[in-house]
């Protein structure tokens, strides 16, 4: 069993109808009874988000700095901060869900031993109790054997 690993991150949103998808070269690693993925979104912005089952939390740091956290089936208050504003943000997620293959060594592990898997959420976004949009991600994590 690897603890950790390069990856390829494939980033898909549907927000309101419209859809985005982003090409990322990062990392994965566990620690204890979290899935941690690191990337950079661009060169000012690195975005670090750590999955525990049934949780997971989504910091950006840099030019943009942001703390989001999912929890299914509840309302989480957050913030978003760039050099010109600062405000708070609410998520009230709707649902939460890992995907991965069982490993033969651990059929019942409640996180992947490696890539690939997906984490994916829905989730409505409020700013200053105002509804901003709905939200589905879907982040795939493959296993980067280039680097």
Known sequence: ?????KAIILLESKADGEKGTHRYKGEWFRKEKSLFIRYAEDEATRALIRYSPGELSLKRSGAVQSDQLFVSGQSRIGRYQSAVTI????????????H????????????PT?????LEWRY????SEQL???????LHIQEDHES
């Open 132 to 138: 901003s949009g709905r939200f589905h991600i879907r």
């Open 1 to 5: 069993m690897r603890d950790s690993g």
């Open 124 to 127: 409505d976004l409020y700013v």
């Open 100 to 111: 991965a293959k069982a490993t033969q060594d651990q059929p019942g592990a409640l996180l």
């Open 87 to 98: 405000f708070e943000l609410e998520t009230r997620t709707k649902s939460l869900t890992l």
């Open 114 to 118: 490696a890539p690939p898997f997906t």
